[in-house]
């Protein structure tokens, strides 16, 4: 992957034993979780996002996004601090048999400093068919404009917006040969 996904846009997963699977981090906004704050987030501000997957292929495949720290991980802020993901509060897509022409979404809190939520990069990895699968990493924050949500389209491909400005920042800052 040389650019990251902007929050709301697809990824397509590129194995072809994953053909016609693909996924979206989408609808960043702050929030409380149902269950009410953890105790070890008390000064943060929380923040939900979801998390879909799509099956367009012909065979189904197992998903498995479940607590396990190396399923899910959110940096904050410009130096990539780590946000506490409240677990008791976050669904998770356990053992689940996503069958052709379905979707499944989980919903994951997190909580960091208001100040470093203007810069949120989220990193899915989930295991599929009882395999780990490459973490697709996604960019955004609160207050930046989610990516296009339309089928097959990138916001990196649309016209100039916010969206597209992020992607634009990350290359030039990218280090050289990344």
Known sequence: ????????????????????LRVRVHNLKKATPRQGRDDKAKGL?????????????????????DRRPQHVDVRVGRDGHAAFIDIHSSDVIE???????????????????????????IQISP??????????????????????????SRASTAKPSVANQVEQFLKGTAPDGA
Do not use: C
């Not at 992957?1 to 016609?20: F, K, R």
């Not at 990493?137 to 949500?149: A, D, I, K, M, N």
């Open 127 to 152: 295991s599929i068919d009882d395999d780990p699968t490459f973490g697709y990493h996604w960019v955004g924050g609160l207050g930046v404009h989610e990516g296009s949500t339309r089928a097959g």
């Open 45 to 65: 501000t929380y923040v939900s996002f979801e998390v879909t997957y799509e099956n367009r292929g012909t065979k189904h495949h197992e998903i498995d996004l």
């Open 1 to 20: 992957m040389d650019v990251p996904n902007v929050i709301g846009d697809w990824q397509e997963y590129q194995s072809g034993a994953l053909a016609g």
């Open 95 to 121: 053992e689940y048999n996503l069958f052709p022409q379905r979707r499944v979404t989980a919903v994951i809190y997190a909580a960091a400093s208001a100040a470093k939520l203007k810069q949120i990069d």
